[in-house]
C-alpha cells in the first residue's frame, strides 16, 4: 500500500500536519482514539494556546529554531480555526485560552478538518520495523492480527516525548532519530512537581493541601503563579514552571509576598498587633499552617508587638527567599512535557524535514523544543505541524 505521507502519532502535532500535507495522507496511532493528550488537558478543557505565545516563552538549546515556525503559524491563525468551527472559549489567566465546553470539541475540529483534507487516519496500530528505501521509506505495521507493508515518499514522526506513560507515551521517535543517525539531546521531565527528602516532608505532609501565590526562582528565571503543598511535595503552577529551569542539586527560592515589600508589611502590623502572638499574626497573610511552619524555622517566638526590627526583617528575608531543595520530580509519570529530544541542528527550521534524510521529519513535542505551562506547547505542536504539513504539500 503506497502513500505520499505518513505521520506517524494522532496527536496535536500529527493531525495538524495531516490538516496541511495535501493529499494521500495516512496517520497512524497506537491508541484506541486520536488526541488523547488533547482529551485530558486543562482539566478536560484544552488549553490550547496562549494569546501570549513568542519563542521567549520556550526553552531549546537552540532557542531561534523556533521562531520561523511561530511567526508563520501563530496563536491568532488557530484562534480563527477554532472561531470557524462555532468553538466557545473563554481566557482564563495569563493569556491561557480553553474551551467553554470540552477539549473534545479540539479533537473533533481536528478529525472534520482532516476529514475535508481528505487524510486516512488508522488506530490501534504497531509500527514493527522501518527502513530507508530509494524514493521514501517502508514501513511493517500491524493492525489486529494482521501485518501490511506501507510505503511512502515522506514519513513524519509525531509521537511525541515520554511525558505521561499511562497516556500511551514512549520514546519512540528518539529511537527512530537513532535509527537514521539523528542527534537527540538529553531529555527529562518537565512541568513537574517536585519531591523532597523524608526528613523534609516530615514538615511539610502536615501542610499537604495549603496553596499560597508565590514567585519561584532558579537559575536566574522567575514565575509568579500558586504554590500547592502535597503529600509528596510540591506542585501548583509556579512550581510546575520552574521545574523546566531546575538542575539537580539546585535550590529553589520562594518570595511568599511576590507584590508586597514583607518587611514594611511587619512593621505595619506590627502597630496594632497589641499582645498577639507573632504566629498568630503572621496567618494574617499567609495561610495559617504554612505561617506556623514559617515562624517555627524563623525561630522566632513571643508577641508581635514585641518583635525589633531585626526580628521582622529576619522573617521577612525568609518569607522573601524561603529556600526550598528538592530531591527530584516526579519524573515523567506526572509530567506534562518531556524537556530535550530530536536535536534542532539536525532539522530545517522553516519545514520540520531532517537535514541528512531526505522525506523524514519531526514535529511537535519529540522536538527539542519545551513551552512553558499555560497553553504554548499546543502552540508548538500547531506550529510546527503546519511547517511539516506546507513543506510537504509545496513539494507538489
Avoid at 497506537?30 to 519563542?55: L, V
Avoid at 505532609?205 to 510540591?234: Q, W, Y
Amino acid at each position: 500500500m503506497e502513500y505520499r505521507t505518513i505521520i506517524l502519532g494522532a496527536g496535536a502535532a500529527g493531525m495538524m500536519a495531516a490538516i496541511h500535507a495535501g493529499d494521500d495522507v495516512l496517520v497512524l496511532d497506537h491508541a484506541k482514539r486520536a488526541g488523547e493528550k488533547i482529551r485530558i488537558s486543562g482539566g478536560g478543557r484544552c488549553n490550547f494556546t496562549n494569546m501570549y505565545a513568542g519563542p521567549e516563552n520556550f526553552l531549546s538549546a537552540n532557542p531561534h529554531f523556533a521562531k520561523s515556525a511561530l511567526s508563520r503559524y501563530t496563536q491568532w491563525d488557530f484562534i480563527d480555526l477554532v472561531a470557524k468551527h462555532g468553538i466557545a472559549y473563554h481566557e482564563k489567566t495569563l493569556g491561557q485560552l480553553f474551551c467553554d465546553n470540552s477539549a473534545k470539541d479540539i479533537i473533533a475540529m481536528l478529525l472534520d478538518e482532516m476529514a475535508r483534507a481528505g487524510a486516512t487516519m488508522w488506530l490501534e496500530t504497531t509500527i514493527d520495523n522501518i527502513s530507508k528505501t530509494s524514493d521514501g521509506f517502508e514501513l511493517r505495521v500491524s493492525k489486529g492480527s494482521k501485518s501490511k507493508t506501507l510505503r511512502c515518499e515522506n514519513l513524519v514522526i509525531a509521537t511525541g516525548g515520554k511525558s505521561i506513560p499511562k497516556m500511551g507515551a514512549t520514546g519512540f521517535a528518539y529511537k527512530v532519530a537513532a535509527q537514521f543517525g539523528i542527534p537527540v539531546t538529553e531529555t527529562r521531565a518537565g512541568l513537574v512537581p517536585f519531591v523532597f527528602s523524608e526528613n523534609d516532608m516530615v514538615a511539610l505532609k502536615p501542610l499537604a493541601g495549603v496553596a499560597s501565590p508565590a514567585r519561584l526562582s532558579c537559575n536566574g528565571t522567575a514565575f509568579d503563579e500558586a504554590l500547592l503543598i502535597t503529600h509528596r511535595g510540591m506542585s501548583g503552577p509556579s512550581v510546575l514552571q520552574i521545574s523546566s529551569y531546575w538542575n539537580e542539586g539546585d535550590t529553589v527560592f520562594a518570595n511568599l509576598m511576590p507584590v508586597r515589600d514583607a518587611f514594611e508589611t511587619l512593621r505595619n502590623l506590627r502597630k496594632g498587633a497589641g499582645a498577639k502572638d507573632f504566629a498568630n499574626v503572621v496567618s494574617e497573610i499567609l495561610p495559617k499552617k504554612l505561617a506556623q511552619h514559617l515562624v517555627s524555622l524563623s525561630g522566632i517566638t513571643g508577641n508581635f508587638a514585641d518583635q525589633s526590627d531585626t526580628s521582622l526583617r529576619t522573617f521577612a528575608d525568609l518569607i522573601s527567599n524561603w529556600p526550598l531543595k528538592p530531591i527530584g520530580t516526579e519524573g515523567y509519570r506526572t509530567a506534562e512535557v518531556t524537556l530535550g529530544g530530536i536535536d534542532t541542528d539536525a532539522l530545517s527550521s522553516k519545514t520540520m524535514e531532517t537535514k541528512t534524510v531526505d522525506g523524514l521529519y519531526f514535529i511537535g513535542e519529540a522536538v527539542d523544543v519545551t513551552g512553558w505551562l499555560g497553553g504554548f506547547n499546543f502552540q508548538w505542536a500547531w506550529s510546527s505541524g503546519w511547517a511539516a504539513g506546507q513543506a510537504i504539500s509545496s513539494k507538489g
